[in-house]
Protein backbone atom coordinates (compact mmCIF):
# COMPACT_ATOMS: atom_id res chain seq x y z
CA UNK A 1 0.00 0.00 0.00
CA UNK A 2 1.43 3.40 -0.92
CA UNK A 3 1.63 6.44 1.54
CA UNK A 4 -1.29 9.05 0.09
CA UNK A 5 1.17 11.72 2.26
CA UNK A 6 4.10 11.01 -0.37
CA UNK A 7 2.03 10.33 -3.64
CA UNK A 8 1.05 13.68 -3.20
CA UNK A 9 4.30 15.08 -2.64
CA UNK A 10 5.38 13.17 -5.81
CA UNK A 11 1.99 14.68 -7.72
CA UNK A 12 3.65 18.60 -5.90
CA UNK A 13 6.53 17.90 -7.73
CA UNK A 14 5.16 17.12 -11.28
CA UNK A 15 2.36 20.50 -10.53
CA UNK A 16 5.55 22.62 -9.13
CA UNK A 17 8.59 21.43 -10.86
CA UNK A 18 11.29 22.03 -8.54
CA UNK A 19 12.09 19.74 -5.12
CA UNK A 20 12.70 23.53 -3.87
CA UNK A 21 9.13 24.75 -4.79
CA UNK A 22 7.47 21.92 -3.66
CA UNK A 23 9.37 22.25 0.10
CA UNK A 24 8.40 26.31 0.12
CA UNK A 25 4.31 25.68 -0.74
CA UNK A 26 4.33 22.74 1.61
CA UNK A 27 6.57 24.32 4.48
CA UNK A 28 8.74 21.68 4.93
CA UNK A 29 12.83 21.75 4.33
CA UNK A 30 14.02 20.24 0.29
CA UNK A 31 16.09 17.65 2.45
CA UNK A 32 12.54 15.97 3.95
CA UNK A 33 10.53 16.35 0.57
CA UNK A 34 13.98 14.33 -0.88
CA UNK A 35 13.68 12.01 1.93
CA UNK A 36 10.19 11.35 1.38
CA UNK A 37 10.45 10.51 -2.41
CA UNK A 38 13.52 8.06 -1.74
CA UNK A 39 10.97 6.01 0.89
CA UNK A 40 8.04 6.01 -2.49
CA UNK A 41 10.42 4.78 -4.59
CA UNK A 42 11.67 2.42 -1.94
CA UNK A 43 7.96 1.30 -1.49
CA UNK A 44 6.98 1.21 -5.50
CA UNK A 45 10.39 -0.76 -6.26
CA UNK A 46 11.25 1.48 -9.36
CA UNK A 47 13.24 4.36 -9.83
CA UNK A 48 10.53 7.79 -9.97
CA UNK A 49 12.85 10.38 -10.14
CA UNK A 50 15.77 11.12 -12.99
CA UNK A 51 18.38 13.68 -12.91
CA UNK A 52 17.93 16.68 -16.17
CA UNK A 53 21.01 18.48 -14.98
CA UNK A 54 20.36 20.33 -11.85
CA UNK A 55 16.83 19.61 -11.58
CA UNK A 56 14.97 16.00 -11.79
CA UNK A 57 12.06 14.92 -13.94
CA UNK A 58 9.44 12.00 -13.15
CA UNK A 59 9.88 8.79 -14.42
CA UNK A 60 7.27 6.65 -16.61
CA UNK A 61 6.49 4.78 -13.74
CA UNK A 62 5.98 8.33 -11.22
CA UNK A 63 3.87 9.52 -14.06
CA UNK A 64 1.29 6.23 -13.88
CA UNK A 65 1.48 6.78 -9.97
CA UNK A 66 0.50 10.69 -10.32
CA UNK A 67 -2.47 9.79 -12.53
CA UNK A 68 -3.16 7.35 -9.97
CA UNK A 69 -2.66 10.08 -7.41
CA UNK A 70 -5.29 12.55 -9.22
CA UNK A 71 -8.04 10.01 -9.14
CA UNK A 72 -7.48 9.19 -5.52
CA UNK A 73 -7.35 13.36 -4.69
CA UNK A 74 -10.66 13.73 -6.46
CA UNK A 75 -12.60 11.25 -5.15
CA UNK A 76 -11.27 12.84 -1.32
CA UNK A 77 -12.75 16.18 -2.73
CA UNK A 78 -16.02 14.81 -4.17
CA UNK A 79 -15.89 13.20 -0.15
CA UNK A 80 -15.57 16.30 1.32
CA UNK A 81 -17.85 17.99 -1.15
CA UNK A 82 -20.46 15.49 0.53
CA UNK A 83 -19.69 15.96 3.81
CA UNK A 84 -20.31 19.73 3.44
CA UNK A 85 -23.73 19.36 1.80
CA UNK A 86 -24.83 17.12 4.74
CA UNK A 87 -23.96 19.85 7.26
CA UNK A 88 -26.39 22.87 8.08
CA UNK A 89 -24.91 26.16 6.46
CA UNK A 90 -22.02 27.16 4.86
CA UNK A 91 -18.64 27.33 6.58
CA UNK A 92 -15.06 27.43 5.85
CA UNK A 93 -12.67 29.05 2.94
CA UNK A 94 -12.57 29.34 -0.47
CA UNK A 95 -9.60 30.40 -1.97
CA UNK A 96 -10.71 32.34 -5.22
CA UNK A 97 -8.28 33.72 -7.69
CA UNK A 98 -9.57 36.73 -10.25
CA UNK A 99 -7.62 38.74 -12.73
CA UNK A 100 -7.71 42.47 -12.41
CA UNK A 101 -10.57 43.13 -14.70
CA UNK A 102 -13.06 40.67 -12.67
CA UNK A 103 -11.87 41.21 -9.34
CA UNK A 104 -12.63 44.89 -9.94
CA UNK A 105 -15.55 44.74 -12.08
CA UNK A 106 -17.31 41.17 -10.46
CA UNK A 107 -15.53 40.59 -7.30
CA UNK A 108 -16.72 43.10 -4.72
CA UNK A 109 -20.35 42.52 -5.92
CA UNK A 110 -20.25 38.77 -5.63
CA UNK A 111 -18.36 39.30 -1.76
CA UNK A 112 -21.71 41.52 -1.08
CA UNK A 113 -24.03 38.80 -2.43
CA UNK A 114 -21.89 36.03 -0.45
CA UNK A 115 -22.09 37.94 2.84
CA UNK A 116 -26.35 38.68 2.85
CA UNK A 117 -26.49 34.56 2.21
CA UNK A 118 -24.13 33.00 3.70
CA UNK A 119 -21.96 34.77 6.75
CA UNK A 120 -19.96 31.81 8.10
CA UNK A 121 -18.19 31.53 4.65
CA UNK A 122 -14.95 33.09 4.56
CA UNK A 123 -13.65 33.82 0.77
CA UNK A 124 -10.04 34.87 0.28
CA UNK A 125 -9.18 36.25 -3.04
CA UNK A 126 -5.71 37.17 -4.85
CA UNK A 127 -5.61 38.81 -7.81
CA UNK A 128 -3.77 36.88 -10.24
CA UNK A 129 -3.53 36.69 -14.20
CA UNK A 130 -4.69 33.76 -15.49
CA UNK A 131 -1.52 32.23 -16.62
CA UNK A 132 -0.36 32.27 -13.35
CA UNK A 133 -3.54 30.87 -11.66
CA UNK A 134 -4.35 27.65 -13.15
CA UNK A 135 -1.07 25.70 -13.03
CA UNK A 136 -1.92 27.15 -9.60
CA UNK A 137 -5.79 25.82 -9.65
CA UNK A 138 -3.83 22.18 -10.42
CA UNK A 139 -1.69 22.53 -7.17
CA UNK A 140 -4.25 23.06 -4.87
CA UNK A 141 -3.25 26.78 -4.05
CA UNK A 142 -6.73 27.86 -4.96
CA UNK A 143 -10.43 26.34 -5.08
CA UNK A 144 -11.58 28.09 -7.98
CA UNK A 145 -10.34 30.77 -10.58
CA UNK A 146 -11.87 33.14 -12.50
CA UNK A 147 -10.23 33.26 -16.11
CA UNK A 148 -11.09 34.70 -19.56
CA UNK A 149 -10.61 33.92 -22.89
CA UNK A 150 -9.80 35.69 -25.95
CA UNK A 151 -11.16 35.48 -29.82
CA UNK A 152 -8.86 32.75 -31.57
CA UNK A 153 -7.38 32.09 -28.34
CA UNK A 154 -8.91 28.95 -27.40
CA UNK A 155 -6.50 25.58 -26.78
CA UNK A 156 -7.02 21.86 -25.42
CA UNK A 157 -8.86 22.28 -22.42
CA UNK A 158 -6.99 20.38 -19.17
CA UNK A 159 -9.67 17.11 -18.73
CA UNK A 160 -8.65 17.62 -14.69
CA UNK A 161 -10.20 21.10 -14.56
CA UNK A 162 -14.38 22.24 -15.12
CA UNK A 163 -15.18 25.38 -17.01
CA UNK A 164 -18.50 27.30 -16.17
CA UNK A 165 -18.88 30.80 -18.44
CA UNK A 166 -19.74 33.71 -16.91
CA UNK A 167 -20.02 36.48 -19.37
CA UNK A 168 -19.31 37.75 -22.70
CA UNK A 169 -17.28 41.00 -22.78
CA UNK A 170 -16.58 43.39 -25.79
CA UNK A 171 -13.38 44.66 -26.48
CA UNK A 172 -12.98 48.17 -27.98
CA UNK A 173 -10.67 49.97 -29.16
CA UNK A 174 -9.93 53.08 -26.85
CA UNK A 175 -8.62 56.42 -28.33
CA UNK A 176 -7.52 60.06 -26.76
CA UNK A 177 -9.53 63.20 -27.35
CA UNK A 178 -9.60 64.39 -30.19
CA UNK A 179 -9.87 61.30 -32.32
CA UNK A 180 -6.64 60.24 -34.70
CA UNK A 181 -7.32 61.54 -37.93
CA UNK A 182 -8.65 58.59 -39.79
CA UNK A 183 -10.23 56.41 -36.76
CA UNK A 184 -13.38 57.67 -37.23
CA UNK A 185 -13.33 55.30 -40.11
CA UNK A 186 -16.50 53.20 -40.95
CA UNK A 187 -14.32 50.39 -41.54
CA UNK A 188 -13.24 49.24 -38.24
CA UNK A 189 -9.98 47.64 -40.10
CA UNK A 190 -9.52 51.43 -41.38
CA UNK A 191 -9.70 53.00 -38.07
CA UNK A 192 -7.30 50.49 -37.20
CA UNK A 193 -4.83 51.10 -39.55
CA UNK A 194 -4.87 54.54 -39.25
CA UNK A 195 -3.56 54.50 -35.81
CA UNK A 196 -0.25 52.04 -36.96
CA UNK A 197 2.17 54.97 -36.53
CA UNK A 198 0.91 55.71 -32.54
CA UNK A 199 2.49 54.34 -29.91
CA UNK A 200 0.35 51.38 -27.74
CA UNK A 201 -0.05 50.29 -24.58
CA UNK A 202 -0.53 46.45 -24.54
CA UNK A 203 -0.39 43.90 -21.54
CA UNK A 204 3.10 42.07 -21.50
CA UNK A 205 4.41 39.45 -23.83
CA UNK A 206 2.94 36.06 -23.35
CA UNK A 207 -0.11 36.63 -21.81
CA UNK A 208 -3.14 35.42 -23.88
CA UNK A 209 -4.20 39.44 -24.17
CA UNK A 210 -0.92 40.32 -25.92
CA UNK A 211 -0.88 37.75 -28.48
CA UNK A 212 -4.53 38.64 -29.34
CA UNK A 213 -4.00 42.22 -29.66
CA UNK A 214 -0.76 41.40 -31.51
CA UNK A 215 -3.16 39.25 -33.71
CA UNK A 216 -5.54 42.04 -34.10
CA UNK A 217 -3.06 44.48 -35.48
CA UNK A 218 -1.26 42.51 -38.05
CA UNK A 219 -5.04 41.48 -39.06
CA UNK A 220 -4.99 45.16 -40.16
CA UNK A 221 -1.86 44.76 -41.26
CA UNK A 222 0.62 46.72 -39.33
CA UNK A 223 2.77 45.85 -35.87
CA UNK A 224 1.98 47.60 -33.41
CA UNK A 225 4.57 50.13 -31.32
CA UNK A 226 4.30 49.13 -28.37
CA UNK A 227 5.85 51.47 -25.87
CA UNK A 228 4.15 50.68 -23.13
CA UNK A 229 3.72 47.31 -21.19
CA UNK A 230 1.32 46.52 -18.00
CA UNK A 231 -0.86 43.82 -17.08
CA UNK A 232 -2.88 46.50 -14.80
CA UNK A 233 -5.41 47.96 -17.22
CA UNK A 234 -6.27 51.12 -15.36
CA UNK A 235 -2.92 52.27 -16.48
CA UNK A 236 -4.03 51.63 -19.69
CA UNK A 237 -6.89 53.76 -19.45
CA UNK A 238 -4.62 56.45 -17.42
CA UNK A 239 -1.84 56.42 -20.45
CA UNK A 240 -4.89 56.62 -23.12
CA UNK A 241 -6.23 59.41 -21.13
CA UNK A 242 -3.70 61.69 -21.22
CA UNK A 243 -3.10 60.90 -24.67
CA UNK A 244 -0.07 59.15 -24.49
CA UNK A 245 -1.04 55.71 -26.31
CA UNK A 246 -3.73 53.61 -27.87
CA UNK A 247 -5.40 50.51 -26.00
CA UNK A 248 -7.33 47.76 -26.38
CA UNK A 249 -9.78 47.77 -23.43
CA UNK A 250 -12.81 45.55 -22.20
CA UNK A 251 -16.11 47.13 -21.38
CA UNK A 252 -15.69 45.55 -17.58
CA UNK A 253 -13.01 48.41 -16.67
CA UNK A 254 -15.32 50.84 -16.77
CA UNK A 255 -17.41 49.12 -13.85
CA UNK A 256 -20.42 50.75 -15.07
CA UNK A 257 -19.33 54.34 -15.03
CA UNK A 258 -19.23 56.08 -18.56
CA UNK A 259 -15.87 55.67 -20.51
CA UNK A 260 -13.09 58.42 -20.30
CA UNK A 261 -11.79 57.84 -23.71
CA UNK A 262 -13.27 57.80 -27.13
CA UNK A 263 -14.08 53.85 -28.08
CA UNK A 264 -14.70 52.48 -31.59
CA UNK A 265 -15.55 48.98 -32.78
CA UNK A 266 -13.21 46.59 -33.16
CA UNK A 267 -13.39 44.08 -36.55
CA UNK A 268 -16.14 41.23 -36.98
CA UNK A 269 -14.61 37.91 -34.96
CA UNK A 270 -12.07 39.73 -32.76
CA UNK A 271 -15.02 42.12 -30.71
CA UNK A 272 -16.24 39.74 -27.65
CA UNK A 273 -13.78 37.99 -25.23
CA UNK A 274 -15.42 34.96 -22.14
CA UNK A 275 -15.02 35.36 -18.91
CA UNK A 276 -15.29 31.87 -17.40
CA UNK A 277 -14.84 30.11 -13.60
CA UNK A 278 -12.96 27.14 -13.43
CA UNK A 279 -12.41 24.45 -10.32
CA UNK A 280 -10.63 21.19 -10.30
CA UNK A 281 -13.19 17.93 -11.54
CA UNK A 282 -14.87 16.99 -8.49
CA UNK A 283 -14.70 19.91 -6.84
CA UNK A 284 -17.53 22.07 -8.34
CA UNK A 285 -19.97 20.01 -6.06
CA UNK A 286 -18.76 21.77 -2.98
CA UNK A 287 -21.25 23.26 -1.59
CA UNK A 288 -19.08 26.60 -0.78
CA UNK A 289 -17.19 26.32 -4.05
CA UNK A 290 -20.49 26.47 -5.85
CA UNK A 291 -22.07 29.56 -3.41
CA UNK A 292 -18.93 31.67 -4.78
CA UNK A 293 -19.16 30.42 -9.09
CA UNK A 294 -23.15 31.51 -7.99
CA UNK A 295 -22.64 34.64 -6.97
CA UNK A 296 -20.07 35.75 -9.28
CA UNK A 297 -22.37 34.54 -12.19
CA UNK A 298 -24.73 36.53 -10.47
CA UNK A 299 -22.70 39.30 -10.50
CA UNK A 300 -21.48 39.31 -13.88
CA UNK A 301 -24.94 38.96 -14.81
CA UNK A 302 -25.53 42.57 -13.38
CA UNK A 303 -22.42 44.08 -13.80
Known sequence: MYDLHRLRLLRELKH???????????????STVSQQLSQLEAEAGVPLLEPVGRRVRLTAQAEILVA???????????????????????????????????????VPDALSRLRAAHPGLRPHVTQLEPEAALPALLARDFDLVVAEEYPGG?????????????CAD?????????V?????????GAALRALADLPWVLEPEGSAARRWATTVCRAAGFEPDV?????????????VERGH???????LVWGGAAPTVALRGLPRGQRVRTLFTVVRRGRGRHPAVAAVRGALRDAARSA
Request: proline fraction near 10%; aromatic fraction near 2%.
Open 16 to 30: RGTLAAVAAALSYSP
Open 68 to 106: HTEAVLERLERAEADIAASLPGLTGAVRVAAFQTAALAL
Open 154 to 166: AGPRDAALERADL
Open 170 to 178: PMRLALPRP
Open 180 to 188: PEGADADDP
Open 227 to 239: RFESPDLLLHVRL
Open 245 to 251: AVALLPD
